[in-house]
């Protein structure tokens, strides 16, 4: 089973996921990147920052 990296650029900060999860298929790393980006647009919202700037990268 394939690990994917889960790493997030914002703006020129590059932050790398240094662990990555076991999945099955790159649509199934699509729908766990999704689900992240989705807690941490949340999280910043109820932070009271801005929710914009932010990249994934999914890496295999």
Aim: charged share 35%; proline share 5%; hydrophobic share 45%.
């Amino acid at each position: 089973m394939p690990k994917y990296f889960f790493h997030v650029r914002r703006h020129d900060v590059f932050e790398e996921d240094p662990e990555g999860v076991d999945l099955a298929t790159p649509e199934l790393a699509l729908e766990e990147a999704t689900a992240a980006a989705r807690e941490i647009v949340a999280e910043r919202i109820r932070m009271g920052n801005r929710a914009n700037g932010d990249t994934f990268e999914i890496m295999a």
